[in-house]
């Protein structure tokens, strides 16, 4: 006998007002039906926005959109680095520095936007959970309020803005693995952690599920093996804002994964991703993100200044033109050593 997936508390609460909103699945020729579902169905070729200068921002490993700034972004270092965060407007220009307050960056991979633990309001998780040596069986997740943004100030009179952080401890359930992308559900609430393994494995999708408490380890469980065999060194993904999304990112491409309603999320993560095709290899790019809108992608690559690129929705474009742009795979230019 079947058994019946039991949904995510806050999923069951959903179907009425997202699934009246007429959510569909995937149309006829394997692209979504833009006047349903919500999102991009075309992604437009990436385009260097700008090349980000800060002293102290020179391996960007994670990226995600604001909900409470609109057209602003988070980043952060890569590991060794102190523990600060990065604010940026989407044309590239740095607004903000915070420092996380009794944090430290033992190997941050990866940033997330989704509900605070307390209900109100949307905070940041921070993934300190590179584990390259395979020596970590328990990994750490800062997790704090969208902090406000500062007055204008010039880039080298930016003070380092102290903020308070509280620390999620996510536990391997067996052998442990390396791990580069993370994500929070902006519906369940879910904290979802990618393995990155070699070429011919498959990387696994991990989920933590609320509350999460500040003194107990919490025990991921495994949820899918991703269909990316050849491909699985995944460095970077994201939710969409509506939760019917995930974006991932690894060093050759990007992949989208689309679900009909969010409750089918994980279901659809059983099933091979879409291609984007557009997004080709970008030097060391290792994190990606949707926009605040969820109709258009963010994504960097280590290096200083760092590389920024957009990928534009091109859904308004008439189909024919459409084609001739979406298949156009760019070089990317090199990050100057500036």
Known sequence: MRTRRRLHPRFSGLLTALALAAFSALGSDGEPQKDFLPGCAHYGKPVLVQRVRHPLLSESSGIVASRKHPGILYTHNDSGSPPILFALRTTGEIVATYQLHGASNIDWEDIAIGPSPSGIGHSLYIGDIGNNGRNRNVLTVYVLPEPDLPPKTEANRMPLIPVACAAIQLQFPGPVSDCEAMAVHPISGAIYLVTKTGLLDRPTVLRADPPFQQETPHLLTPVVQLQLRGDAAVTGMDVHPVGTRLLIR?????????????????????????????????????????????????????????????????????????????????????????
């Open 250 to 338: 690894t060093y050759r491409r990007a992949y989208e994964y689309i679900a009909g309603k969010p409750e089918e999320f994980e279901l659809r993560l059983q099933q091979p991703p879409r291609i984007l095709s557009s997004i080709g290899p970008t030097g060391q790019s290792e994190a990606i993100c949707y926009s605040t809108d969820g109709e258009s992608i963010f994504f960097s690559a280590e290096g200083q200044p760092m590389p920024l690129y957009h990928t534009p929705c091109l859904d308004h474009l008439p189909r024919d033109l459409i084609t001739e742009t979406a298949n156009a795979v760019p070089t990317a230019p090199q990050p100057s050593g500036n």
